[in-house]
C-alpha cells in the first residue's frame, strides 16, 4: 500500500510539489491524502487542488493554544485516513513549533525539511544566517521532529559549495533543488519501512536499488552536491 501522507504548507508549497511529482514518475510510492496550511493565502493550497488533493486551511490564530491546534489537525487527518504506523506527517515549509498532540498521534512519523545543515542555522532564515555566518558548505536536512524547533534525528542531508559573495537570496534557490530531492528520497526510505531510529541516529536499511554516486543530470555542475546517505534511482 502506499504511505498516506498529510502535508503541512504555510508558503509555496514547492517541496509539496517535489512529492507530486515524484509520485506521478513513480519512484515515491506514496499517496498525499491531506494538505494542510495555518495560512489561507498559502499557494500550497493552490497546487494541491490543482493535483486534486484534499485541503484544509486552519488559521492557527483562531486556536487558544498550539495544542489544540494540533489537536484539530490531527482529526483532520484520521479523517482523510492519514493515521500511524501506516502514515506519515510531513512538514513542508509549515512554519509552526509543533507540540505532543501531534507527535504522540505520529511517533517517529513526522518529517521535516530544513534549508540549512542542522544543527547549524536552526530557524526560518536559515540560508541567510548561513550565508551571512561565511560559511564554504550549506545545503538542507531533512530530519524526524521532535519538540525543540529543527531538532530531532537527521535522516538524509546534502551540502553545496557557498560561492563568494553570495548571500541567502542566491543561496536559498540552490539549496531549494536538492530540498526537492532529498525530501521525497526520505519519504521512500519510510514507505519502504527501511528507517531506524535509535536514539539521535538514523539508521538506513540498504535497499535493492542502487545508490547513486553522481548527482542527476539537473544539477547545476558548477556547484556539485555531497548527499548522504547516497540517493538512489529516481532521486
Not at 501522507?5 to 506514496?30: H, K, P
Not at 488533493?53 to 495544542?67: G, L, N, Q
Not at 544543527?119 to 540560508?127: D, L
Request: charged residues 20%; aromatic residues 4%; hydrophobic residues 40%.
Amino acid at each position: 500500500m502506499a504511505l498516506p501522507l498529510a502535508v503541512l504548507v504555510s508558503g509555496g508549497g514547492s517541496n509539496l510539489q517535489s512529492i507530486i511529482d515524484r509520485i506521478e514518475e513513480g519512484s515515491l510510492d506514496a499517496e498525499v491524502r491531506l494538505v494542510i496550511s495555518n495560512k489561507a493565502g498559502a499557494y500550497g493550497i493552490t497546487r494541491a487542488r490543482n493535483n486534486g488533493i484534499p485541503t484544509k486551511v486552519m488559521s492557527h490564530k483562531d486556536y487558544a493554544s498550539r495544542e489544540a491546534f494540533d489537536r484539530d489537525m490531527v482529526a483532520a487527518m484520521r479523517e482523510h485516513g492519514v493515521t500511524a504506523p501506516e502514515g506519515a506527517v510531513v512538514m513542508a515549509g509549515f512554519m509552526r513549533i509543533v507540540t505532543p498532540e501531534l507527535l504522540d498521534a505520529f511517533p517517529d512519523r513526522v518529517v521535516n525539511i530544513h534549508p540549512a545543515l542542522l544543527p547549524s542555522f536552526p530557524g526560518i532564515h536559515g540560508q541567510g544566517d548561513a550565508a551571512e555566518y561565511g560559511v564554504r558548505i550549506s545545503g538542507c536536512t531533512v530530519h524526524f521532529v521532535d519538540e525543540k524547533m529543527d531538532n530531532g534525528p537527521i535522516i538524509i542531508q546534502a551540502a553545496v559549495p557557498v560561492q563568494a559573495g553570495e548571500d541567502g537570496d542566491s543561496l536559498g534557490p540552490r539549496i531549494l533543488k536538492l530540498e526537492h530531492r532529498i525530501l521525497p528520497q526520505a519519504l521512500q526510505w519510510l514507505a519502504e519501512e527501511r528507517l531506524t531510529v535509535d536514539g539521535r541516529h538514523v539508521h538506513v536499511k540498504v535497499g535493492p536499488k542502487p545508490l547513486a554516486a553522481q548527482p542527476r543530470a539537473d544539477s547545476e555542475p558548477s556547484a556539485p552536491a555531497l548527499v548522504w546517505p547516497p540517493l538512489e534511482e529516481g532521486f
